[in-house]
């Protein structure tokens, strides 16, 4: 008697998990189109029967998600709107409804839902950024499956998709401590991001690791991503700082300029670390030494994190975090003897 033929015969076949094999003879979102047909040709051709015919099925509606953001984050065309722009690339592959609104100022103070979660049109929703931790806790009212991209905070009970920003700042400043530098002062605005306060503790970490205190003279954790805030700090610190290490490439590109400005030469004389890898670290001169991000891998894990939450809605929030990695470029040099 021919063995009856299972779906994990057909992942076995195809080196594919069963549960990919499931969503396609199902129905189900989960597997790109090509992969569905891939699928339902082998069970054909392998004899899986099951109730209903493959041939006959037809294609599952399209699943609705919604993507939020703040008008600011929006305005980040080289690191958000990549994001958004790989988010909706990823959504296409899977057969995804997507639809977008940004959130103005005015919506997040009144804690204003966007139309399409307010008439419960979408089936998921992901966040992009911080936009408030109280108006995040009202879109989870909604009990939508939720997943945060590059935001979480411990309020707010939802997956999030995260860089991990500790481990990342401890690898720019370790850079940096690797060149001979002692005397590294850092530059950000804790209060703008959790992310920044995550890049200072790192700051912080990799310091006290190689036995060494923060100068107080050296850490501004509150300054404006702004030129005219950064160059006095920078007036304030003086000349005791070899190195810079900026909470992103912004930060960083204004130091590079305010330094140049007042005629210090880098790396020679300072040298400067920032983080993201924006257009900002190819805008300077030299061109920066970077933490880079592989925001296609956001788009990836976010997708992938809010169908699985779709399909397990009870199960526990998750956080998971994306690696960086140490792009060395001009900026950084060794420490010169004084």
């Not at 905070?153 to 995260?162: E, G, I, S, T, Y």
């Not at 991503?225 to 912004?250: C, H, K, P, Y």
């Amino acid at each position: 008697m021919p063995k009856k033929i299972v779906m994990q015969d057909i992942a076995d076949r195809l080196q594919l998990s069963k549960n990919s094999v499931s969503q396609a003879l199902t129905g189900k979102d989960g597997v790109s189109e090509e992969t569905r047909r891939l699928i339902m040709k082998t069970a054909q051709e392998m004899g899986y029967h099951y109730k209903g015919k493959i041939s006959d099925r037809k294609a599952a509606p399209a699943r609705r998600i919604g993507l939020i953001a703040s008008e600011y984050a929006f305005s980040m065309e080289n690191f958000f709107g990549k994001i958004y722009v790989d988010v909706e690339r990823e959504a296409q592959k899977h057969n995804f409804n997507l639809q977008i609104q940004s959130i103005s100022p005015a919506m997040r103070d009144g804690l204003t839902l966007p139309a399409f979660l307010e008439d419960n049109k979408v089936d998921g929703l992901l966040v992009l950024s911080h936009i408030s931790t109280t108006y995040t806790e009202r879109i989870l009212t909604e009990r939508v499956p939720t997943v945060l991209i590059d935001h979480h905070h411990p309020m707010l009970h939802a997956d999030a998709v995260l860089t991990n920003n500790r481990f990342g700042a401890y690898m720019a400043v370790k850079h940096l401590l690797d060149l001979g530098h002692t005397e590294i002062g850092i530059i950000g605005n804790v209060e703008a991001s959790p992310s920044y306060q995550e890049r200072y503790e790192g700051y912080l970490l990799a310091l006290r690791e190689h036995g060494l205190e923060p100068s107080e003279p050296l850490m501004h954790a509150r300054v404006p991503e702004e030129a005219t805030a950064i160059r006095r700090a920078l007036e304030q610190a003086g000349d005791a700082a070899t190195a810079w290490f900026g909470m992103n490439d912004g930060f960083a590109y204004y130091v590079c300029s305010a330094l140049h400005a007042a005629g210090r030469r880098i790396p020679e004389e300072v040298s400067i670390c920032g983080f993201d890898h924006t257009h900002f670290s190819d805008m300077c001169h030299p061109k920066l030494t970077t933490m880079e991000i592989d925001i296609g891998q956001f788009a990836r894990k976010a997708l992938h994190q809010l169908m699985w939450r779709m399909d397990n809605p009870d199960e526990v929030y998750q956080e998971i975090l994306l690696p960086t990695r140490l792009l060395v470029r001009d900026s950084t040099g060794p420490v010169r003897e004084r």
